[in-house]
Protein backbone atom coordinates (compact mmCIF):
# COMPACT_ATOMS: atom_id res chain seq x y z
CA UNK A 1 0.00 0.00 0.00
CA UNK A 2 1.45 3.47 -1.11
CA UNK A 3 1.91 5.55 2.25
CA UNK A 4 0.63 9.29 1.66
CA UNK A 5 1.57 11.89 3.89
CA UNK A 6 -0.90 15.02 4.10
CA UNK A 7 0.71 18.15 5.57
CA UNK A 8 -1.46 20.58 6.25
CA UNK A 9 -4.76 18.22 6.36
CA UNK A 10 -7.33 20.40 8.22
CA UNK A 11 -7.18 23.33 5.11
CA UNK A 12 -9.36 23.14 1.74
CA UNK A 13 -7.02 20.91 0.31
CA UNK A 14 -6.35 18.27 3.57
CA UNK A 15 -9.77 17.41 3.84
CA UNK A 16 -10.55 16.88 0.14
CA UNK A 17 -7.86 14.69 -0.48
CA UNK A 18 -8.86 12.94 3.05
CA UNK A 19 -12.01 12.56 1.40
CA UNK A 20 -11.11 11.44 -1.67
CA UNK A 21 -8.17 8.67 -1.46
CA UNK A 22 -9.28 5.36 -0.28
CA UNK A 23 -7.86 4.45 2.87
CA UNK A 24 -8.15 0.61 1.76
CA UNK A 25 -5.94 1.92 -1.64
CA UNK A 26 -3.67 4.32 0.43
CA UNK A 27 -2.38 4.18 4.00
CA UNK A 28 -2.29 7.96 5.10
CA UNK A 29 -0.71 10.24 7.48
CA UNK A 30 -2.06 13.33 8.61
CA UNK A 31 -1.18 16.00 9.88
CA UNK A 32 -1.48 20.06 10.65
CA UNK A 33 0.13 22.30 12.89
CA UNK A 34 -0.85 21.47 16.35
CA UNK A 35 0.88 17.51 15.34
CA UNK A 36 3.53 18.99 13.34
CA UNK A 37 4.74 22.44 12.71
CA UNK A 38 6.49 22.06 9.46
CA UNK A 39 8.97 25.14 9.99
CA UNK A 40 10.42 22.59 13.11
CA UNK A 41 13.13 21.30 10.85
CA UNK A 42 13.92 18.81 13.05
CA UNK A 43 10.93 17.70 13.64
CA UNK A 44 9.60 17.04 9.66
CA UNK A 45 12.69 15.02 9.44
CA UNK A 46 12.07 12.68 12.11
CA UNK A 47 8.48 12.52 10.99
CA UNK A 48 9.47 11.52 7.19
CA UNK A 49 12.45 8.77 8.37
CA UNK A 50 9.78 7.33 11.26
CA UNK A 51 7.26 6.97 8.58
CA UNK A 52 8.68 7.19 4.89
CA UNK A 53 6.05 8.17 3.16
CA UNK A 54 6.30 7.28 -0.84
CA UNK A 55 4.41 11.13 -1.53
CA UNK A 56 4.40 14.10 0.56
CA UNK A 57 1.53 16.77 -0.32
CA UNK A 58 2.00 19.97 1.26
CA UNK A 59 -1.00 21.55 1.39
CA UNK A 60 -0.04 23.79 4.17
CA UNK A 61 0.26 27.68 3.91
CA UNK A 62 0.26 30.71 5.37
CA UNK A 63 -2.06 33.93 4.23
CA UNK A 64 -0.26 36.74 5.82
CA UNK A 65 -3.12 39.87 5.73
CA UNK A 66 -2.72 43.07 3.98
CA UNK A 67 0.34 45.64 5.45
CA UNK A 68 1.36 42.70 7.59
CA UNK A 69 3.71 43.59 10.22
CA UNK A 70 7.29 42.23 10.66
CA UNK A 71 6.08 39.03 12.50
CA UNK A 72 3.70 38.45 9.68
CA UNK A 73 6.40 38.79 7.12
CA UNK A 74 8.68 36.18 8.94
CA UNK A 75 5.94 33.91 9.04
CA UNK A 76 4.80 33.71 5.74
CA UNK A 77 8.28 33.28 4.43
CA UNK A 78 8.66 30.69 7.55
CA UNK A 79 5.84 28.29 6.65
CA UNK A 80 5.27 29.05 2.59
CA UNK A 81 9.27 29.14 1.97
CA UNK A 82 11.20 27.35 5.03
CA UNK A 83 8.44 25.15 5.36
CA UNK A 84 8.27 24.00 2.03
CA UNK A 85 12.45 23.62 2.37
CA UNK A 86 12.43 21.47 4.93
CA UNK A 87 9.82 18.98 3.24
CA UNK A 88 11.99 19.08 0.37
CA UNK A 89 14.98 18.25 1.78
CA UNK A 90 13.91 15.29 4.24
CA UNK A 91 11.79 14.35 1.12
CA UNK A 92 14.46 13.85 -1.03
CA UNK A 93 16.73 12.05 1.76
CA UNK A 94 14.25 9.23 1.19
CA UNK A 95 13.25 9.52 -2.45
CA UNK A 96 9.84 10.11 -1.58
CA UNK A 97 7.76 12.34 -4.12
CA UNK A 98 6.61 15.90 -2.97
CA UNK A 99 3.60 16.96 -4.21
CA UNK A 100 3.49 21.05 -3.48
CA UNK A 101 0.33 23.15 -3.81
CA UNK A 102 1.27 26.71 -4.99
CA UNK A 103 -0.28 29.93 -6.23
CA UNK A 104 -2.03 31.53 -9.35
CA UNK A 105 -0.24 34.71 -7.50
CA UNK A 106 3.41 34.35 -8.91
CA UNK A 107 1.50 36.10 -11.60
CA UNK A 108 0.63 39.19 -11.56
CA UNK A 109 1.92 40.88 -14.87
CA UNK A 110 -0.72 42.81 -16.85
CA UNK A 111 -2.44 40.40 -19.18
CA UNK A 112 -5.51 39.36 -20.72
CA UNK A 113 -4.17 35.73 -21.77
CA UNK A 114 -4.22 32.87 -19.18
CA UNK A 115 -0.48 32.38 -17.99
CA UNK A 116 0.84 29.05 -19.06
CA UNK A 117 3.83 27.00 -17.19
CA UNK A 118 5.62 28.57 -19.71
CA UNK A 119 5.14 32.03 -18.79
CA UNK A 120 7.51 34.04 -16.39
CA UNK A 121 6.50 34.80 -13.10
CA UNK A 122 6.38 37.66 -11.73
CA UNK A 123 5.07 37.73 -7.66
CA UNK A 124 4.07 40.74 -5.77
CA UNK A 125 3.39 40.89 -2.30
CA UNK A 126 4.54 38.80 0.31
CA UNK A 127 2.34 35.76 -0.17
CA UNK A 128 3.01 35.58 -3.63
CA UNK A 129 7.36 36.39 -3.11
CA UNK A 130 6.95 33.48 -0.20
CA UNK A 131 5.09 31.05 -2.18
CA UNK A 132 7.47 31.31 -4.96
CA UNK A 133 10.55 30.97 -2.91
CA UNK A 134 8.61 27.90 -1.64
CA UNK A 135 8.64 27.18 -5.69
CA UNK A 136 12.20 27.68 -5.76
CA UNK A 137 13.16 25.41 -2.90
CA UNK A 138 11.54 22.54 -4.40
CA UNK A 139 12.54 22.49 -7.49
CA UNK A 140 16.38 23.52 -5.99
CA UNK A 141 16.22 20.15 -3.92
CA UNK A 142 13.91 17.76 -5.15
CA UNK A 143 14.30 14.79 -8.11
CA UNK A 144 10.66 14.06 -8.01
CA UNK A 145 8.49 17.06 -7.06
CA UNK A 146 5.07 18.37 -8.68
CA UNK A 147 4.09 21.95 -8.52
CA UNK A 148 0.58 22.04 -8.36
CA UNK A 149 -0.37 26.05 -8.81
CA UNK A 150 -4.06 26.72 -8.37
CA UNK A 151 -6.70 29.88 -7.68
CA UNK A 152 -9.52 30.85 -5.18
CA UNK A 153 -9.68 27.16 -4.23
CA UNK A 154 -12.87 26.67 -2.13
CA UNK A 155 -13.98 23.55 -0.04
CA UNK A 156 -14.34 21.99 3.84
CA UNK A 157 -13.75 25.69 5.60
CA UNK A 158 -13.45 29.46 5.74
CA UNK A 159 -13.35 30.72 2.60
CA UNK A 160 -14.92 33.52 0.50
CA UNK A 161 -18.03 31.80 -0.76
CA UNK A 162 -18.44 31.31 3.25
CA UNK A 163 -18.04 34.99 3.57
CA UNK A 164 -20.50 35.75 0.73
CA UNK A 165 -22.65 33.48 2.47
CA UNK A 166 -22.81 34.44 5.78
CA UNK A 167 -23.04 38.10 4.86
CA UNK A 168 -25.86 36.93 3.24
CA UNK A 169 -27.46 35.44 5.69
CA UNK A 170 -27.10 38.19 8.36
CA UNK A 171 -30.12 40.55 8.67
CA UNK A 172 -27.82 43.51 9.93
CA UNK A 173 -25.73 43.78 6.54
CA UNK A 174 -27.38 44.39 3.29
CA UNK A 175 -24.35 45.48 0.87
CA UNK A 176 -20.81 43.61 0.75
CA UNK A 177 -17.88 46.03 -0.68
CA UNK A 178 -15.44 44.04 -2.19
CA UNK A 179 -11.56 45.84 -1.44
CA UNK A 180 -10.33 43.98 -4.94
CA UNK A 181 -11.58 42.59 -8.04
CA UNK A 182 -9.16 40.14 -8.78
CA UNK A 183 -9.82 37.78 -12.16
CA UNK A 184 -9.15 34.27 -11.55
CA UNK A 185 -10.63 30.94 -11.60
CA UNK A 186 -12.71 29.34 -8.37
CA UNK A 187 -11.71 26.17 -8.18
CA UNK A 188 -13.01 23.47 -5.91
CA UNK A 189 -11.02 21.61 -3.07
CA UNK A 190 -12.84 18.15 -4.43
CA UNK A 191 -12.03 19.24 -8.23
CA UNK A 192 -8.28 19.89 -7.44
CA UNK A 193 -8.01 16.61 -5.35
CA UNK A 194 -8.70 14.42 -7.77
CA UNK A 195 -5.68 16.27 -9.94
CA UNK A 196 -3.39 15.50 -7.07
CA UNK A 197 -4.57 11.92 -6.85
CA UNK A 198 -3.32 11.46 -10.69
CA UNK A 199 -0.13 12.72 -9.56
CA UNK A 200 0.28 10.17 -6.40
CA UNK A 201 -0.54 7.40 -8.89
CA UNK A 202 1.44 8.38 -11.98
CA UNK A 203 4.92 9.61 -12.45
CA UNK A 204 4.82 13.16 -13.94
CA UNK A 205 7.14 16.04 -12.40
CA UNK A 206 7.47 19.53 -13.12
CA UNK A 207 5.31 22.50 -12.63
CA UNK A 208 1.45 21.95 -13.40
CA UNK A 209 -1.46 24.79 -13.50
CA UNK A 210 -4.99 23.25 -12.27
CA UNK A 211 -7.73 25.28 -12.19
CA UNK A 212 -11.61 24.61 -13.15
CA UNK A 213 -12.31 25.08 -16.94
CA UNK A 214 -15.32 27.44 -18.43
CA UNK A 215 -13.14 31.01 -18.35
CA UNK A 216 -12.31 33.09 -15.39
CA UNK A 217 -14.51 35.52 -13.52
CA UNK A 218 -13.88 38.38 -11.02
CA UNK A 219 -14.30 38.32 -7.76
CA UNK A 220 -17.59 40.25 -8.13
CA UNK A 221 -18.80 38.13 -10.72
CA UNK A 222 -17.77 35.24 -8.46
CA UNK A 223 -19.92 36.57 -5.51
CA UNK A 224 -22.80 36.92 -7.61
CA UNK A 225 -22.73 33.60 -8.84
CA UNK A 226 -22.51 32.08 -5.14
CA UNK A 227 -25.65 34.71 -4.44
CA UNK A 228 -28.01 33.51 -7.66
CA UNK A 229 -26.81 29.71 -6.55
CA UNK A 230 -27.79 30.32 -3.05
CA UNK A 231 -31.23 32.13 -4.30
CA UNK A 232 -29.98 35.23 -1.96
CA UNK A 233 -29.17 37.74 -4.99
CA UNK A 234 -32.04 40.08 -3.55
CA UNK A 235 -30.74 40.07 0.25
CA UNK A 236 -27.14 41.09 -0.49
CA UNK A 237 -25.72 43.91 -3.15
CA UNK A 238 -22.14 43.43 -3.87
CA UNK A 239 -20.20 46.37 -5.22
CA UNK A 240 -16.36 47.43 -5.46
CA UNK A 241 -14.39 50.03 -3.98
CA UNK A 242 -13.93 52.40 -6.59
CA UNK A 243 -10.95 52.86 -8.30
CA UNK A 244 -9.95 49.30 -7.45
CA UNK A 245 -7.78 47.66 -10.01
CA UNK A 246 -8.58 44.76 -11.28
CA UNK A 247 -5.47 42.04 -11.34
CA UNK A 248 -5.05 39.17 -13.52
CA UNK A 249 -3.75 35.58 -12.74
CA UNK A 250 -5.76 33.40 -14.81
CA UNK A 251 -4.04 30.14 -15.44
CA UNK A 252 -4.36 28.20 -17.98
CA UNK A 253 -3.71 24.18 -17.63
CA UNK A 254 -1.78 23.85 -20.60
CA UNK A 255 0.72 21.10 -19.04
CA UNK A 256 -2.57 18.99 -18.25
CA UNK A 257 -3.71 19.14 -21.87
CA UNK A 258 -0.18 18.40 -22.83
CA UNK A 259 0.38 15.59 -21.02
CA UNK A 260 -3.48 14.07 -21.66
CA UNK A 261 -4.45 15.02 -17.87
CA UNK A 262 -8.30 15.10 -17.60
CA UNK A 263 -8.45 18.90 -16.69
CA UNK A 264 -10.96 19.88 -13.59
CA UNK A 265 -14.68 20.78 -14.61
CA UNK A 266 -15.94 23.69 -15.23
CA UNK A 267 -16.16 26.18 -12.47
CA UNK A 268 -19.90 26.99 -12.77
CA UNK A 269 -21.02 23.61 -12.62
CA UNK A 270 -18.65 22.37 -9.90
CA UNK A 271 -19.76 25.32 -7.83
CA UNK A 272 -23.30 24.72 -8.54
CA UNK A 273 -22.88 21.05 -7.54
CA UNK A 274 -21.38 22.15 -4.52
CA UNK A 275 -23.30 24.70 -3.10
CA UNK A 276 -26.69 21.85 -4.06
CA UNK A 277 -24.74 19.27 -1.75
CA UNK A 278 -23.78 21.44 0.74
CA UNK A 279 -25.22 24.49 0.71
CA UNK A 280 -21.99 26.50 0.62
CA UNK A 281 -21.72 26.30 4.11
CA UNK A 282 -19.32 23.22 5.10
N1 LIG B 1 -7.19 28.86 -0.73
C1 LIG B 1 -6.82 29.37 -1.89
O1 LIG B 1 -7.54 30.12 -2.53
C2 LIG B 1 -5.47 29.03 -2.47
C3 LIG B 1 -5.18 29.41 -3.77
C4 LIG B 1 -3.96 29.03 -4.33
C5 LIG B 1 -3.05 28.31 -3.58
N2 LIG B 1 -3.34 28.00 -2.30
C6 LIG B 1 -2.33 27.21 -1.56
O2 LIG B 1 -2.75 25.87 -1.61
C7 LIG B 1 -2.44 25.21 -0.38
C8 LIG B 1 -3.73 24.59 0.15
O3 LIG B 1 -4.70 25.64 0.27
P1 LIG B 1 -5.91 25.52 1.28
O4 LIG B 1 -6.94 26.48 0.80
O5 LIG B 1 -6.23 24.10 1.51
O6 LIG B 1 -5.21 26.15 2.58
P2 LIG B 1 -5.87 26.30 4.02
O7 LIG B 1 -7.30 25.92 3.99
O8 LIG B 1 -5.46 27.64 4.54
O9 LIG B 1 -5.09 25.18 4.85
C9 LIG B 1 -3.76 25.27 5.16
C10 LIG B 1 -3.50 24.44 6.40
O10 LIG B 1 -2.10 24.52 6.71
C11 LIG B 1 -1.99 24.69 8.11
N3 LIG B 1 -0.72 25.28 8.48
C12 LIG B 1 -0.40 26.61 8.59
N4 LIG B 1 0.86 26.74 9.04
C13 LIG B 1 1.35 25.49 9.21
C14 LIG B 1 2.59 24.98 9.70
N5 LIG B 1 3.56 25.80 10.09
N6 LIG B 1 2.75 23.64 9.78
C15 LIG B 1 1.76 22.81 9.41
N7 LIG B 1 0.56 23.22 8.96
C16 LIG B 1 0.36 24.55 8.86
C17 LIG B 1 -3.16 25.61 8.46
O11 LIG B 1 -3.42 25.59 9.83
P3 LIG B 1 -4.09 26.94 10.50
O12 LIG B 1 -5.38 27.15 9.78
O13 LIG B 1 -4.23 26.56 11.92
O14 LIG B 1 -3.12 28.05 10.26
C18 LIG B 1 -4.26 24.97 7.63
O15 LIG B 1 -4.90 23.91 8.30
C19 LIG B 1 -1.80 26.26 0.52
O16 LIG B 1 -0.42 26.12 0.42
C20 LIG B 1 -2.21 27.58 -0.10
O17 LIG B 1 -1.20 28.55 0.05
C21 LIG B 1 -4.53 28.31 -1.74
Redesign the pocket.
Known amino acids: MKKIWI??????????LIRLLDMMEYELYE????E?????EHAVSLFMHRNRPDVVI??????PSAGAAQSETDMAY???AV?ARNLAQSAESIQAKLI??????VFSSASDTPYNEFDDVNPVGL?AKS?YA?EKFVIQLMTRYVII???????I????LNEVLEAAADPQISTMELLNNDRAVP?S?AELARVVKFFIDNDHYGIYHAVCSGGSCTRLEFAKEILRLAGKEDRLTVTVKDGTPEKYSVLDNMMLRLTGIEEPSGWRETLASYMKETGGLE
Not at 36 to 40: S, V
Not at 58 to 63: I, K, L, P, T, V
Open positions: VGSLGHMGQATDKDLDITDNCAGYHKVNGQISTDDFKGRSSWIYGGKDFTA
